[in-house]
């Protein structure tokens, strides 16, 4: 730990506040995961990366800096860590799922704007994440507008480059996103010396996609009823990813997923079969916010898919390697993110039949909607998904929340009579 406090130091942080954002963490960590009977051994490993979030992959970021590496730090599914990786960089998620620095992005941002911003701009300005402190650009995206007016503020504080994302998802709509993964090819080329080949993208876009097959495959298990894994550990699993090294990160995943997978063929799951299959669809729910999930396995159900890009988005769409020029791969690298049904694009029929397919898939007695509160294109974006689950007949709880506790016991009642309802 005293080394730890070091690195943190000679990264510029506030060590009293980070300090104090991390002192409730092991006694929620213990209440939520540890003391759950009967985890798969395999969580081991992950519950060893939580308990030094912050000490040895950011160590090991810094050596990747010393050596002459670049570090990249994102926070959305759409930016293609390929390209990072095929120019020797490193790509990381940033830490976006707290109250605890909300207050202080408050000072410079509106309270109606989504909790995801106010918590990861306020992170940065209260030097409390190592991973915004050792990284040397910043990559946003333009996925709504409180995120594009956001990019123009952390500006002052890091370097950022902004990738326009299209609304809609025509040929025109391709051509705009293909010409933003070249720019960012280009920037990344000049920041880090390095001429990219067709065969360092290859290389890269393979790493990335082992990645999304070990989630798909964590994800497939958790079809079977009994579910052989709580949807706190595999949610855990998940915010993870955008952390670890994606190849020691993919082999523990994997390792995982036998253990799993021997769990289902021997009948073995963490809670009774025919307990109530819960999907969760919505908003991305980043490192630490585990309120949700909690509530409803505490309260009786299992958590068992989520649809949004802490889950399904995030791995579902693999990147097409099969061409061999620098163009090419680039197609293929464009295409992945056109196949991404967020919120952000209209019309967006393609989110709904995800939704209705992953019920079936997954055999979802219900599904709670989630969305973080002025987060407003998941937002409207329930009318239509609740006309197409009250259709075929399959229940269905829009809940809005933010990184805070205040509504917790707001939540649990309503997640309680939810899961009545299903039982009848």
């Not at 709509?173 to 067709?198: I, P, Q």
């Not at 090294?245 to 036998?258: A, G, I, K, Y």
């Not at 990147?319 to 295409?335: C, H, K, P, Q, W």
């Not at 506790?405 to 649990?412: H, K, V, W």
Request: with cysteine; hydrophobic share 40%; aromatic share 8%.
């Amino acid at each position: 730990m005293s080394d730890n406090r070091q690195m943190w130091a000679e990264l510029g942080m506030d060590l009293e506040k980070h300090d104090d954002f991390l002192a409730p963490l092991p006694a929620v960590y213990q209440e939520l995961f540890l003391n759950r009977p009967d985890r798969p051994a395999g969580m081991g490993y992950f519950d060893a990366v939580v308990g030094d979030v912050h000490g040895i992959r950011v160590r090991e970021l810094v050596e990747h800096r010393r050596q002459g590496g670049k570090v990249v730090a994102s926070f959305c599914v759409f930016v293609p860590d390929e390209i990072t990786l095929a120019c020797g960089g490193v790509s990381i998620g940033l830490c976006a799922g707290a109250q605890y620095p909300v207050p202080a992005a408050e000072k410079i941002l509106p309270r109606a704007l989504c909790p995801l911003i106010k918590s990861s701009l306020g992170f940065k300005l209260e030097r409390i994440c190592p991973y915004f402190q050792v990284a040397d650009l910043v990559v946003g995206e333009t996925t709504c507008d409180g995120k594009k007016k956001a990019w123009e503020i952390l500006r002052e504080y890091v370097p950022v480059h902004v990738m326009e994302l299209p609304q809609k998802k025509g040929e025109a709509d391709f051509r705009l996103w293909r010409h933003e993964v070249e720019e960012y090819l280009r920037r990344m080329e000049e920041m880090s010396g390095k001429k990219v080949t067709a065969a360092d993208l290859k290389e890269a876009a393979a790493v990335m996609n082992r990645k999304r097959r070990a989630l798909k495959r964590l994800y497939r298990a958790r079809q079977a009823d009994p579910a052989p894994i709580s949807g706190l550990d595999a949610m855990l699993i998940v915010q993870l990813s955008f952390f670890d090294d994606p190849v020691r990160f993919s082999e523990n995943v994997e390792e995982l997923c036998e253990e799993l997978e021997e769990r289902i063929a021997n009948g073995k799951g963490v809670a009774a079969k025919g307990t109530p299959r819960i999907l969760i669809a919505g908003t991305p729910m980043p490192l630490p916010h585990w309120k949700l999930h909690a509530l409803i396995e505490n309260a009786g159900g299992v958590v068992v898919c989520e649809e949004s890009c802490t889950g399904t988005r995030y791995f579902e769409q693999e990147v097409d390697v099969s061409g061999d020029t620098v163009d090419e791969i680039l197609d293929g690298i464009a295409r992945r993110a056109m196949g991404i049904n967020c919120a952000c694009f209209t019309p967006n029929e393609e989110r709904v039949e995800d939704i209705l397919r992953l019920v079936r898939e997954y055999r979802a007695d219900g599904v709670i909607y989630y969305n973080l509160q002025f987060c407003q294109p998941y937002s409207v974006e329930f009318y239509r998904v609740e006309k197409a689950l009250t259709k075929e007949g399959i229940p269905v709880l829009h809940l809005e929340s933010d990184f805070s506790d205040e509504d917790t016991e707001q939540l649990r009642t309503r997640i309680e009579a939810f899961l009545e309802l299903i039982r009848r």
